[in-house]
């Protein structure tokens, strides 16, 4: 501020002094006649600091939920009993609402996930293509390829399976693993992105269902960001919840 160092001097000379350009103040004189001018030449002089933000970015948020949503999973894992057994009978029921000879994605289960291969071997005997998701490259959405219950496995990415060989299909309901849910149909996985980007290029080019499996025990807050495709059902142990 221009004079502001002469003014502030003439009415506290005691008060300021400079030193390499930054004013330097006696604050023990914060109501002394001048005193919002020195504090004014301060804010003119020092660029203001960052401030720690009130609240964590969704990326935190997510981390956070994420951490929750595993906790929340390995322990209804480990106490699951005939769960999967329940789950697969409502999946099968929520499938045959929707028609027959359906492409359909399953997925091989890793960690804690829910076992989706007794629905996968079932809709198979009745009619219906499946195929599992296979990571081509990072960054890009995922590949689908035909899977049967005599296809031979070879690892893939992260450690789940993929089919050695068949075909690659466009799935027109995908079965969709989580870490966790909430009831508008949001889910939280691993954080890749890789579910969402896939379901928004199939959804550009046709109607596709995606349908989440879990345990019930699994639904909790989910921070959602405007990427985030919505689940169109929720599949669980307890039923299905049409979204």
Not at 9 to 21: A, D, I, V, Y
Not at 112 to 124: G, S
Not at 192 to 206: H, I, P
Request: hydrophobic share 40%; proline share 7%.
């Amino acid at each position: 501020m221009a004079g502001a160092d002469l003014l502030v001097r003439g009415l506290h000379p005691s008060g300021l002094k400079s030193l390499k350009g930054s004013w330097l103040c006696d604050w023990s004189w914060p109501n002394s006649p001048g005193a919002h001018l020195c504090m004014q030449a301060l804010k003119d002089k020092i660029p203001p600091r960052p401030r720690r933000a009130r609240h964590l970015n969704i990326s935190d948020r997510k981390a956070a939920a994420r951490k929750e949503g595993f906790a929340r999973r390995k322990a209804a894992h480990e106490k699951r009993g005939d769960c999967a057994s329940r789950a697969t009978g409502h999946l099968l029921s929520y499938v045959a609402s929707l028609g027959e000879e359906l492409v359909i994605a399953g997925y091989m289960p890793i960690q804690t996930e829910i076992d989706v291969l007794p629905a996968m071997e079932a809709l198979h005997a009745l009619g219906h293509r499946i195929c599992v998701p296979v990571i081509v490259r990072p960054g890009l959405p995922l590949s689908f390829r035909e899977w049967t219950p005599e296809s031979e496995m070879v690892s893939g990415p992260f450690g789940a399976a993929v089919p050695r060989a068949g075909d690659w299909l466009a799935p027109q309901l995908l079965i969709v693993p989580l870490v966790a849910y909430d009831a508008q149909g949001f889910r939280l996985g691993y954080g890749g992105g890789y579910y969402d980007r896939s379901l928004e290029l199939l959804r550009k080019k046709k109607p596709t269902l995606a349908v989440g499996y879990a345990y019930s025990s699994q639904m909790g807050a989910v921070p959602v960001e405007i990427t985030d495709q919505r689940l169109d059902a929720m599949v669980t142990e307890v039923g299905t919840q049409i979204i």
